[in-house]
């Protein structure tokens, strides 16, 4: 097969890595880097050097002589100079089966990051191409804002832009797979592949270095809300934080503070004996994850991780901002951090693993076999 890939974001990209790296062995591999993965477009050094998964990606593409046609010169998508070097950038593919997109194209942020352009020029160009989106991470069916909803936004948007940003969609969840099939210009056109980074975790909890070190069922790990400078969501304050790291003395357990990655740490100065501070990410974060007993958090697609490795956690549902998506009936939303104690002491695990089977495509641990089987089938 004759693949190019459009990588759009960093994030994005950790989710669908591994896949990428095992369709460049077989098959001819293109790629383009747009908008925030454009060095052109994100000049400053010091955004580029935190693109560590972007940077290992290329360097492995290269190595399996994958072909890079161009990035983004411009954040003016629908401009004749933008179209023109795009098309000139296709000039070096001369047969394309499928374009696979890292994120999730919605009419919105299509819109916002050239997806639609992109998809007009694909297919003008390849009559016969089919182009994939993916669904990145948790998402509601609407953004909600300032405790209003936004209309077109989420899986709304994602819905309304098929022929638009793309043909086909993947999903990971039956939450997302029940909006999607609502409509009907949709039908056939869903892919229940789940979500290809939850692969690796199959052997994770199987590393000998947790093991020697007797690491396991260590920490009580918190995944805290970010800071937003558009009032999205609240910070969770310093008492907050206390009163968890209370939670974590009363099972003796170390309270792993995991910040979201940026800048500067909200956190830092509350490190003591018992309380650290984290922004790691990746396989490091995996690892933390498994060696931690619990697990309370924001709503955040991290939580997938969690949950396909059948780690007890609590969402804290409150007036902390994040969409829950296959969560919204999550039987551990905590409205009231009082609860969390009693909770945690009657959590039920055999829940955990029926959640998992309902609601999660890809719990095998088989989500890039799952996607390259139905690419063969398209």
């Known amino acids: 097969m004759n693949i190019l890939f459009i990588f759009n974001n960093c994030k994005s990209i950790q989710n669908i890595f591994d896949l990428v790296i095992k369709l460049s ?9 747009n908008y925030q993965t454009s060095r ?4 400053s050094e010091v955004l580029y050097k935190e693109k560590d998964t972007l940077l290992e990606l290329i360097s492995i593409l290269q190595k399996n002589n994958c072909i890079k046609i161009g990035e983004s010169q411009t954040t003016h998508f629908n401009s004749i100079p933008n179209i023109l070097y795009i098309n000139k ?5 001369k047969k394309i089966h499928f374009c696979i997109m890292d994120d999730s194209n919605g009419i919105e942020k299509g819109n916002q990051h050239g997806f639609n352009i992109i998809y007009q020029i694909l297919k003008k160009k390849f009559k016969s191409i089919k182009i994939i989106g993916n669904i990145e991470g948790i998402k509601d069916f609407n953004v909600k804002k300032n405790n209003i909803y936004k209309r077109n936004t989420q899986l709304e948007s994602i819905c309304k832009s098929v022929n638009i940003c793309y043909d086909y969609i993947n999903c990971f969840s039956k939450y997302q797979y029940d909006i999607l099939c609502k409509n009907n ?11 290809p980074y939850l692969d690796k975790l199959k052997e994770i909890n199987k590393i000998e270095e947790i093991k020697e070190k007797n690491l396991e069922n260590k920490y009580l790990l918190f995944f ?19 009163k968890i790291n209370t939670i974590a003395l009363e099972y003796n357990l170390k309270l792993v503070i995991k910040e979201k990655p940026r800048n500067t740490y909200t956190y830092k100065h509350l490190e003591n004996e018992n309380i650290l ?19 309370i958090s924001s709503p955040s697609t991290v939580l997938l991780r969690c949950l396909i490795l059948q780690k007890p956690f609590l969402i804290l549902n409150d007036k902390y901002y994040g969409q829950l998506g296959l969560f919204n009936n999550y039987k551990y939303l905590i ?20 959640f998992l089977k309902e609601n999660l495509f890809g719990y095998q641990f088989n989500s890039i076999d799952l996607y390259i089987n139905k690419l063969k089938t398209l």
Do not use: R
């Open 25 to 33: 062995k077989k098959n001819q591999i293109y790629y383009y880097l």
């Open 40 to 43: 052109t477009i994100v000049k």
């Open 89 to 93: 950038c296709l000039q070096k593919i």
């Open 185 to 195: 210009n949709l039908n056939n056109k869903i892919l229940k592949c789940g979500f």
């Open 224 to 242: 805290t809300s970010s800071i937003d400078k558009n009032g999205k969501w609240e910070v969770m304050d310093d008492k907050t934080i206390l």
């Open 277 to 295: 501070v984290s922004m790691c990410e990746g396989e490091e974060l995996d690892k933390l994850i498994s060696q931690s007993k619990y697990i």
């Open 335 to 354: 409205n009231n951090i009082n609860e969390i104690s009693e909770t945690l002491n009657n959590f039920d695990y055999q829940y955990l693993n029926k």
